[in-house]
C-alpha cells in the first residue's frame, strides 16, 4: 500500500527545543519492581512515573520531536515510539482508534510508548477547538485524564461543542471548571496545538491520522497487520540497539535518525514525492538586510526565526558557504519568527532596530550575537545584545514594547505566505528551494550548479548586478489569489461599517458562536483601523447548525439592527464576540437592556424568529458562491463584480496582501 514505509521529509523548525532529561531511571525500576506500572486492570500508563505536563523528558533533537509536554501512553523507555498525528473531528481517525488501542494491548506499555499530536485539519470547524479542550485537559489533570477525555470525544464525535468540553472534562478528572472554562475562553492552549501543526508539516505530515513508527511514516487509516509488521521490524532493531550499549531513554531519538539516514530517495519510495530543488521561484529581495556583493552570482534568500534551534543549527553550514564562495554568493534576511516562539519577534524587532541604527553591518552583527545567545532571549538580555551592536538602549526597548517594526515583519511574512516557505529555516537559492537544516553539501552541490549558469549569462553580456533578477526572472511567482462572483441573491440591506464611498467592500459571512469567527474579529478591527474610510465592512449572517446558539445571536443583531441601526448592531455584535461562551437567550436579552433596546419589540422578534427570512437570504447567497463554513470573506474592488476570497480566520497578512490589489483595482 503507498506510503506505508515512507520516512519523514527534512526537518524544518516546528519543534521543541532540547532541553535535557529528567534522570528519573532509578525511580521507575523501584516502581517497576512494586508492580505499580501493571496492576491488574490498569488501561492507561504515564510516560515516566511522576512525569507531568510541563516538564520531565524532551526527545526534541529527534527528526520526529516529543516530549513530556505531549500527551502519551507507556513507558518512557519503550523501545518503540507511536507518534499519532490526528483530529478529533475527523471521521478516520475515529475509525482507525479501534486498532491503536489493539496495538497498545497488544504490545503493552513495556514495549511500546504512544504519543499524541494534535492536527485539526481546516475544513473541520469543530476539531481545533476541541485539540485546544484536549489540551488543556492535559495540562491541568495529565496523561490519564487526557485519553480518558480522547475516548469520548472520539466516541461523540457529533457533540463536540464547548458545553461537552466542559462535561468531558469534569468526568475525566479537571477539578477546576472554572479555570477549565476561563483556558478555552482564552484559548490558553491554543499555541501548543499551533505547534503540533507545525511539528507535523515539517515532518511531511499532509492529513490524518497520519503515524511515525520510530519515524517510520505510516499513512492513513491503516489496519492492524500494518501496525505490527512496522512494529515488530523496529521493535527487533531497537532491541539490538540496546543489547549494544544504547540507553533505553535515547533508543527513540537514535532510531528516528537512523531511519531518516536509511530511507530510500524519495524517488524510490512507493508513492512519495521527491524533494524539488530544481523549480525556480521569483522570490523578491525587496529592502531586506543583505550579506555579500551587489556582483555575487549567487543569491541566497532565507526565512527565518532567531529562537528557532533549526535555523540556529544551520549557522555552520551557512558560515562554511560564505568562507568557501566568498562574494560569489550574497544572503538576504526575511524574517519568519513562528507563532509559538514567544521571543521570536521581540528578536526580530532588536535585530531591525540595529539595522536601523548602524545598516546591514549592524544587523548581520546582532544576527551573529543572537544565535549565540539563544538561550536567553529576555527583553534584558536582547537589549544588552543589541546595545553591544552599536544600537540605542531606549531605542531598542520601544522597537519591542511598540512594536515599531511589525509593518517589516508583516511583509516579510506574507512573501513567506506567497511561497509556502511555511517553516523555518527556507533557503532560495537562486529561486531554487531548499527546505531545513541541510548539511553544507547540499547548499554546495545547487550553487556550483547556479555558478556555471551565472558565468554563461556574464559571458552574454548580463552585468554582475542583474545576474539574480536575469536567473529568476522566469520563475514562479505568487499563485494568483482565488476570485469569486459576487451572489447574484446577495441582500442589499445588511449591516455595514464603514463609508459607502470605500475603494474596497468586505464582506463577511459569519457565525457569533464560531470560535474561529471571534478569533478573526482583532484582524477585521485591525483592518479597519488600517486602512480607514478605503475599507468597508458588510456583515452576512451564516449560523451554522453545529452551534446551538447561533441562530438566535443572528436574530439578536438583527433586531438590534433594525431598531437602532449599523451603530447598535456592531454594538450587540462586539458584545457577543467578547461574550461567545454567554449567547444563551437569557444573555442575549441582558445585552439588549444594557443598549437600550425596546424590550418589547425585542422579545416578540426573537419568539417569533421575525428576521429568519432576512438570516436565509445571507445563507442562500453564501450557497451560491459556494462558501460551506465560516468565517469567509469577499474581498470586493468599488464598482467591481468579482472579488477576492478569503477562506477561515486567516491572519492580517492575507488580508492586507488582496486588499492592496483590490485597492488598485477599484474604478
Not at 351 to 377: C, I, M, T, Y
Request: glycine share 8%; charged share 25%; with cysteine.
Amino acid at each position: 500500500m503507498a506510503n506505508d514505509m515512507n520516512v519523514f521529509s527534512p526537518t524544518v523548525e516546528g519543534k521543541s527545543m532540547k532541553t535535557g532529561f529528567a534522570m528519573l531511571g532509578f525511580f521507575l525500576c523501584f516502581l517497576a519492581g512494586m508492580g505499580f506500572m501493571w496492576m491488574l486492570g490498569q488501561r492507561r500508563v504515564s510516560a515516566d512515573a511522576g512525569a507531568t505536563a510541563d516538564g520531565g523528558w524532551d526527545d526534541g533533537d529527534s527528526p520526529v520531536p516529543i516530549s513530556s509536554k505531549d500527551p502519551n501512553w507507556g513507558k518512557r523507555d519503550a523501545p518503540v515510539t507511536v507518534v499519532v498525528y490526528s483530529d478529533f473531528q475527523c471521521p478516520f481517525c475515529s475509525k482507525v482508534e479501534t486498532t491503536l488501542q489493539q496495538v497498545r494491548e497488544t504490545y503493552g506499555p513495556d514495549k511500546l510508548r504512544m504519543v499524541w499530536k494534535n492536527n485539526p485539519l481546516p475544513f473541520h470547524p469543530n476539531a481545533k477547538p476541541a485539540a485546544e479542550a484536549a489540551q488543556g485537559v492535559f495540562a491541568m489533570a495529565g496523561n490519564d485524564a487526557f485519553w480518558k477525555f480522547h475516548d469520548t470525544a472520539f466516541k461523540n464525535q457529533g457533540l463536540l461543542s464547548e458545553e461537552s468540553y466542559a462535561k468531558w472534562a469534569q468526568e475525566a478528572g479537571v477539578k477546576d471548571a472554572v479555570a477549565y472554562k476561563a483556558g478555552l475562553d482564552s484559548h490558553k492552549w491554543s499555541d501548543k496545538v499551533d505547534r503540533d501543526l507545525y511539528d507535523g508539516k515539517a515532518a511531511g505530515v499532509q492529513g490524518t491520522p497520519s503515524f511515525f513508527v520510530n519515524g517510520v511514516f505510516i499513512n492513513g487509516a491503516q489496519p492492524f497487520d500494518n501496525f505490527k509488521k512496522t512494529i515488530d521490524e523496529e521493535l527487533k532493531k531497537a532491541e539490538s540497539k540496546i543489547a549494544a550499549g544504547t540507553a533505553k531513554t535515547r533508543v527513540y531519538v537514535e532510531m528516528t535518525r537512523e531511519n531518516k539516514k536509511d530511507a530510500p530517495a524519495a524517488k524510490d519510495q512507493e508513492g512519495a514525492k521527491e524533494e524539488d530543488t530544481t523549480t525556480v521561484f521569483k522570490v523578491p529581495v525587496g529592502n531586506s538586510a543583505v550579506l555579500g556583493s551587489s556582483n555575487a552570482l549567487v543569491t541566497i534568500v532565507e526565512f527565518s526565526d532567531f529562537q528557532c534551534p533549526f535555523c540556529s543549527k544551520v549557522e555552520p553550514a551557512l558560515k562554511s558557504v560564505r568562507d568557501k564562495y566568498g562574494d560569489k554568493v550574497r544572503f538576504v534576511w526575511k524574517n519568519e519568527p513562528l507563532p509559538f516562539h514567544n521571543r521570536a519577534e521581540p528578536a526580530a524587532e532588536v535585530a531591525l532596530e540595529v539595522r536601523a541604527e548602524k545598516g546591514d553591518p549592524g544587523f548581520w552583527d546582532v544576527h551573529d550575537r543572537l544565535f549565540a545567545n539563544q538561550s536567553d532571549l529576555s527583553d534584558d538580555a536582547l537589549v544588552k545584545l543589541g546595545t553591544a551592536a552599536g544600537a540605542n538602549a531606549d531605542k531598542l526597548k520601544k522597537a519591542m514594547s511598540d512594536h515599531v517594526y511589525k509593518k517589516v515583519l508583516d511583509a516579510d511574512s506574507e512573501v513567506a505566505e506567497d511561497f509556502e516557505a511555511t517553516g523555518t529555516p527556507h533557503f532560495f537559492i537562486n529561486g531554487r528551494r531548499l527546505v531545513g537544516a541541510q548539511p553544507e553539501e547540499k547548499f554546495e552541490k545547487i550553487i556550483d550548479e547556479e555558478v556555471g549558469k551565472a558565468h554563461d549569462l556574464l559571458a552574454k553580456g548580463t552585468k554582475a548586478t542583474d545576474l539574480y533578477a536575469a536567473l529568476t526572472q522566469d520563475g514562479k511567482g505568487p499563485p494568483e489569489p482565488e476570485k469569486k462572483d459576487l451572489p447574484k441573491s446577495l441582500p442589499a440591506n445588511d449591516p455595514v461599517h464603514g463609508s459607502a464611498d470605500a475603494k474596497v467592500t468586505i464582506h463577511e459571512w459569519s457565525d457569533f458562536q464560531c470560535p474561529f469567527c471571534g478569533r478573526v474579529e482583532p484582524t477585521v478591527s485591525q483592518i479597519l483601523k488600517e486602512y480607514g474610510g478605503k475599507v468597508r465592512i458588510v456583515w452576512h449572517d451564516f449560523p451554522l447548525p453545529m452551534h446551538e446558539n447561533a441562530a438566535m445571536a443572528s436574530e439578536a443583531g438583527r433586531e438590534a439592527y433594525k431598531q437602532k441601526g449599523s451603530s447598535a448592531f456592531f454594538a450587540i455584535h462586539d458584545k457577543m464576540f467578547s461574550n461567545q461562551q454567554q449567547l444563551k437567550r437569557e444573555d442575549l436579552d441582558g445585552y439588549a437592556h444594557d443598549m437600550n433596546l425596546d424590550m418589547d419589540r425585542w422579545k416578540s422578534a426573537l419568539d417569533g424568529s421575525a428576521h429568519s427570512a432576512e438570516i436565509d437570504a445571507d445563507k442562500k447567497a453564501a450557497n451560491e458562491d459556494g462558501i460551506a463554513g465560516t468565517p469567509a470573506f469577499l474581498v470586493v474592488p468599488a464598482k467591481s463584480a468579482q472579488g477576492y476570497f478569503i477562506n477561515g480566520a486567516q491572519p492580517y497578512s492575507k488580508f492586507h496582501k488582496v486588499i492592496e490589489r483590490a485597492i488598485a483595482e477599484a474604478k
